[in-house]
Each structure stands twice: as C-alpha cells, then as structure tokens.
C-alpha cells in the first residue's frame, strides 16, 4: 500500500488535444475529427514516446510526446514506516508514467512539436472576465496623509485582441469593491473603519512569453476613501468624525498573468497613478495592488 502509482494510477490515461483550426487527430488505429478544435484520447502508460499525428487540409505532422513520472509516482516521497519502499516497487511498472493532460498544437506551423499552454493566432477576439479578490491600496485623499489599506471583492470585464501571435491589445473596467472580508461571513463592524475602493478602465499592450502575459500600458479612473464610524454593540466613542473622499486618477497600468489552464489565470495588476484632475494638489503617488482571477473565452478566430 505504499507504491503510490500501483495504487492511485488507472493503466490509462486521458489526454486533450487542442488545435487552432479543425484537424484529425490519429493515434494508434483510431482516427479522431476535433470538435470545437478538441479531441479527446485514451492513451496507455507506458515508457515509451506517445505518437500522434496531426492533420489538416494543408499539413500533416507527427507530434511525439516523451513520458514523465506522474505525480501518484512523486508521492512515494511522503515518509511512511516502509520509508520510500514505493518507489522499489513502483519501479518497473507501467502505472508510473504519464503524460501531459493538455497538449496545444499550431495547426499553422510545419515544424513537429506541441506546447503545454495554449496557442493563440492574429485576429482572435478573447472575453475577459475576473475577479480582482484581493486589494492593496494606498491612497492620498485631499487634505489627508497617505491612507494604506487591503480589501476585498472586485469585477473586471473587458477584451483582449490579439494583433500579433505573441501580443494582444486589452481594453477594460474594473471595480475593486472595498468589502473588508474575504468570504461571506458574519462579522463585527462596530467601532471605526477605513474604506477604500476603485473603479477604473484601463488600455494595455501585452506580451505572451509561454505561460507568462506581461503588460504596460494606461489607466484613469476614481478613487474612494471613507471614514466610519459604526455604533452597534458598545464601541469606544469616535476619534473623529465620519468623512467621504473623492477623486479622479490617471495613470500607468502593468498586468502580469500566468495560465493555470484552458482558460483560468491568474495574476497581479499593479496600477499606479500621479495626476488628480479636479484636486488642488494635482500630483500624487497613488497605488492599487490587485491579485487577480481571470476567465478568458475566445469568440472570435
């Protein structure tokens, strides 16, 4: 019971190939037609290259796919009382082997090899949706010293284009709420609280290296900073009296991302900004710091 591979790992496998354009995907006897540029295979463990050819109206290729132990096999780490007795006996079984889950092709490109993150092509149109969770601020209300914050919850919609395979324009709007809990929950407010929140649009140029999507590019929006004072329960008096902030910002924008999956990243986006508009002291380092949880979906190719 040790041998984690022999125990956790089925003799088979499933893999999902991706495509750019419809292809039909062949491995061993079975020919498969992509669906939506998806095809579903059904491979064996084994230590031997898994091959699979690729074809379209114009190329044919073979993609060949080298094994790796699975990760059933790198649990033979934990320390049991039979100390890494799984590893002998895992050994020399076929269980212990796998292959990525998720294999990328560029239907496009002549050259033989496949990618363990997604393929975009010029032209393609991609929704973005995420949730910017959780938010670092600092701000500068009028007539206040700098103000420094987290909080929680945020909406962002936008689109991002794709003018080149490796880069892509985005346009955008955010909303960084300003709720002071991670999770719904009951909790106690009474006392005195700081809120801070945003919304914001933002343009940006991103560069796709791999997984990885860094950006640079502008932003303006509005910033919000309260004072609070909530007498529920028996707080201690008010230090000051309750007051709401205002102002416009415009500045930089730098999202950075890495693709977790199909279509789920993740990323932080650093927005500092200098001018205030409608303020007496026009310029000012401002700053929101978002950890943010991105859906992208093509629709458009």
Wanted: charge should be positive.
């Amino acid at each position: 019971m040790t041998s984690c591979a022999t125990v956790l790992n089925k003799p088979y496998q499933k893999v999902k190939v991706y495509t750019t354009e419809p292809s039909q995907i062949i491995h061993r006897d079975d020919t498969i037609k992509t669906v939506n540029d998806k095809a579903y295979l059904r491979v064996e463990r084994k230590k031997e290259i898994l091959s699979i050819v690729a074809i379209t109206d114009s190329i044919t290729k073979t993609i060949e796919i080298k094994p790796r132990n699975s990760f059933a096999y790198w649990l033979n780490l934990y320390p049991t009382p039979m100390f890494w007795t799984g590893f002998l006996v895992d050994k020399n079984n076929p269980k212990r082997y796998s292959y990525p889950k998720r294999i990328y092709l560029n239907s496009a490109d002549t050259i033989s090899k496949y990618f363990p993150y997604s393929q975009s092509l010029k032209g393609e149109l991609h929704l973005h949706l995420s949730l910017p969770h959780f938010n670092f601020f600092q701000l500068r209300p009028e007539g206040e010293k700098n103000r420094a914050g987290a909080s929680f919850w945020g909406l962002t919609a936008g689109l991002d284009y794709y003018h080149s395979k490796s880069q892509f324009v985005h346009l955008g709007g955010t909303y960084a709420v300003g709720l002071v809990f991670p999770l719904p929950a009951a909790i106690d407010l009474s006392g005195e609280h700081e809120l801070m929140s945003s919304w914001y649009i933002s343009l940006s140029n991103n560069h796709r290296l791999g997984r990885f999507k860094l950006g640079y590019g502008l932003s303006f929006g509005k910033n919000y900073w309260s004072f609070r004072y909530y007498d529920w329960g028996d707080p201690p008096p008010p230090t000051r009296e309750p007051v709401s902030k205002s102002h416009y910002a415009l500045g930089l924008i730098f999202p950075a991302y890495f693709e977790l999956g199909e279509r789920f990243n993740i990323g932080v986006v650093y927005r500092p900004t200098f001018f205030r508009p409608n303020l007496t002291n026009k310029f000012a380092y401002e700053h929101l710091i978002s950890i943010d949880f991105v859906w992208k979906i093509r629709i458009k190719k």
